[in-house]
């Protein structure tokens, strides 16, 4: 299993960015798949999470209404689109999967808001 983000920056408050995460290794259509963020100094945090079939999405409250996660079968990807971006978001995210009672966790990738 492999899981890899990208699409992280800098990015001044009120703007966006789109995160992916390219999996490998599994059959991706068949899981339930989440993002998550640890902010300096801080326990990392469920964003948001999207099962198999697209359908039960859930986000933390913090992010509700600005991010919005989906998912492309045929390229075995994820992604988290993030807008209004607020100096709080600043943090690593990661990409998750949990498969068979093992969870797998992506490298992380860094995003900074600030002006």
């Known amino acids: 299993v492999q899981l890899v983000e990208s699409g992280g920056g800098l990015v001044q408050p009120g703007g966006s960015l789109r995160l992916s995460c390219a999996a490998s290794?599994?059959?991706?259509?068949?899981?339930?798949m989440s993002w998550y963020r640890r902010a300096p100094g801080k326990e990392r945090e469920l964003v948001a999470l999207q099962p198999s079939g697209g359908a039960g999405t859930n986000y933390a409250e913090s992010v509700k209404g600005r991010f919005t996660i989906s998912r492309d079968n045929t390229k075995s990807t994820m992604y988290l689109q993030m807008n209004d971006l607020k100096r709080e978001d600043t943090a690593v995210y990661y990409c998750?999967?949990?498969?068979?009672?093992?969870?797998?966790w992506g490298q992380g990738t860094q995003v900074t808001v600030s002006s």
């Open positions: 998750n999967v949990r498969i068979w009672g093992a969870v797998h």
């Open positions: 290794g599994f059959t991706f259509s068949r899981y339930g």
